[in-house]
């Protein structure tokens, strides 16, 4: 069980895949068969990917109201990015699978993985300060927590990043959100923040892909 969303993931999966460095049976696994086959007609269109996830405060959604609404209910997305100014697509998971809903156009990708771990660190700091001058302890057990590998060709720095974050994610995430103080909540979303950008990997550009995929 991990509590890192599958949006997330596919935010490095699908760029990997659509690279090269990941296989079809690993998107396969994720996707589903009629999602793969869709995610393949998009990847000449896309130029970014961004994960919507409400609960964590975590990106913001495009619009129009259907596709916001389908993906609030859903309670995660990935948002796949044409160009500036260009429609986007959603991909929301569904009862027998994942559907992709036509959005509006996006709000730019600002997700630097550098920025985001200082924030996470900040953040963990700002939290173990409050918890040592409170005194308070908590005594709810931490589940085990598994996480899907990042993407092969990943570096050590996007590696260290997401198991850190997953780490003190799992461990706040045990505490039952009605004891958590602001501190600790800011340090869910910036945990889940450092997650999103260690799995995010930039889209391969079209005329590399056009290349790769010739």
Known sequence: MTVVPLSYQLCGWIPAWWRGTAGGDDLLE????????RASELRASVTAL?????????????????ATEAAVAAGQAVILHGGVGEPATLLIPAADGWEFVPAAPPRP???DLRQAAADFAEAVVIAEQELRSTGTSFDQPVAQMSVRPLPPGADAERKGVLVRAVRVWSA???????????ALADVVTASARAALAAYTEPVVSAPARSRRFA
Not at 30 to 37: D, I, K, N, T, V
Not at 51 to 66: F, R
């Open 172 to 182: 706040v995430a045990a505490v039952p959100p009605a004891r958590r103080s602001p």
């Open 50 to 66: 961004t994960a919507y996830s409400p609960e964590l405060g975590v990106g913001v959604l495009p619009g129009p109201k259907p």
């Open 109 to 111: 990708v600002d997700l």
């Open 30 to 37: 994720l996707l589903g068969s009629q999602a793969l086959a």
